[in-house]
C-alpha cells in the first residue's frame, strides 16, 4: 500500500495532520488514513529517562510505516525541565519526557513515588503506575487536570555522588549537597544541606564549589551530564526510587489522533517496561565503568543503618506525602485509599518481577567500602 499526502491542516496544539490517500494494491479497497507528526520534547540529550523518550517514538515510527512521525525537540532545545509539564499541557509540544519530580505540587499522588525507603524494584515501580492509571480513579484524574495522557513512565533509582570520598554517614554533616523532594529530607537529616537545582546547573555548581556532592539523579543520567569528572565517588543511601518520569501526550492531541495511531502508541507503551529494564542493565555497566575509570570509590550504607533510617524516617515521610497531598486539594480518605492500593501493589509487583538495586553494580567495579 502506498501514501500520497493530500491535504494538511492543524488540529490541537503544535500537532499536524495530513490526510494520507491509500492507492490499493490489487484485492484491496481504496481509503485514507491520516498522517501525524509529533512535536516531541525532552530536556535531556541522554541518559536513562531521555533514552526512554526516544525510544518511544522511534518504535511508534517504525511500526507505523511513516503514518505517525516526530520532530524531536531535545537537550531542552523547546523546552527546558521546569518548563515541559506546562510546554506540553498548554501545546508548545504535542509531548515528551516530564520529570515529575519538578512538579509535585500540581500532580501529588504521583509523587508518592518519591517517598524514600519504599522500593528500589524499577520493574515494581512501573508496573504499578501503569496499573493504578487503570484502576484508580483519582490518579488518573490528575493527568487529566493536567491535559495530559500518559504513554508510560520511567523510574529513577537514586544515585548520589561527592567530590571527596563518603566513608560513613557522618560525612554528610554540613555537606551542601543538590537534591530534591524527598531525598532532600533523608539527606537534611544526616546534617547536609540540600540546595534546589535543574539537572542541567549540577556540573557547573560542582565545578565552582556551590555544591560539593549531588544526589537524585537515576544512576546513568550523571555520566550523560559528564558529572563524575568533578564529582567521581558515588554513594548508595538505600533511598530506592525518588522520581518518575512520564512519557505523555497533550490530551487534546491525543484524542485527535487516528484510532489507529492510539492502538500502535498504546502497544507500543505496553511493551516499556520490559526495554526499560534492559536499558537500566546496560546503562548501569556503563554508568559504573565511567566511575570506576574516573577513580570513583562507593559508599554504601550499611544494612543495620538502612534499617535503622527506615524505621526512623519512612512514616514520616509518607505522613509528610499524605499532608501535601491534602494540602493541594485531594480529599484525605481519598489520599489514604491510594498510598494503600500503590503500597499493596509495589509488594506485589516486587513479588512478580524481583530485581536487584542497581547501584549495587557499581560496588563490584569500584572500591566498594
Known sequence: MKLKSVAAFAISGALAVSLVACSAEPGETPDEVQSVKIRWASALSGGQNHLVTDWFATEVEEKSDGVASFDRLYGGALLTSPDILPGIRDGRADGGGIPLAYYAGIMPLVAITSVPFITSNGRAIMETLNELYETNEAFRAEFEAQNLHPVGFTPAIMAGGSKEPITSLSD??????????????????????????????????????????????????????????????????????????????????????????????????????????????????????????????????????????????????????????????????????????????????????????????????????
Not at 178 to 206: D, K, M, S, T, W
Not at 218 to 234: G, I, M, Y
Not at 250 to 256: E, I, Q, R
Open 172 to 369: 554528610f554533616e554540613g555537606l551542601n549537597i543538590r537534591a530534591g523532594g524527598f531525598a532532600a529530607n533523608v539527606l537534611a537529616h544526616l546534617g547536609a544541606r540540600p540546595v534546589a537545582l535543574p539537572a542541567e546547573e549540577v556540573y557547573e555548581a560542582l565545578e565552582r564549589g556551590t555544591v560539593n556532592a549531588y544526589a537524585s539523579f537515576a544512576l546513568d543520567t550523571a555520566p550523560s551530564l559528564s558529572v563524575q569528572e568533578v564529582a567521581p565517588h558515588l554513594f548508595n543511601l538505600g533511598i530506592g526510587n525518588f522520581s518518575v518520569q512520564v512519557d505523555a501526550i497533550n490530551l487534546k492531541t491525543w484524542n485527535a489522533l487516528p484510532e489507529s495511531v492510539q492502538k500502535l502508541m498504546t502497544e507500543v507503551a505496553a511493551a516499556k517496561p520490559q526495554y526499560t529494564m534492559e536499558l537500566i542493565a546496560n546503562g548501569t555497566d556503563a554508568a559504573c565503568t565511567a566511575y570506576a575509570d574516573a577513580g570513583g570509590e562507593v559508599f554504601t550504607v550499611s544494612s543495620g543503618d538502612l534499617q535503622r533510617l527506615t524505621n526512623e524516617l519512612r512514616p514520616s515521610l509518607l505522613d509528610a506525602w499524605l499532608d501535601g497531598a491534602v494540602n493541594a486539594g485531594v480529599d484525605r480518605a481519598v489520599a489514604e485509599d491510594f498510598r494503600d492500593e500503590y503500597l499493596a501493589a509495589i509488594e506485589r509487583n516486587e513479588a512478580a518481577f524481583p530485581d536487584e538495586d542497581p547501584l549495587k553494580r557499581c560496588s563490584e567495579l569500584a572500591g566498594a567500602r
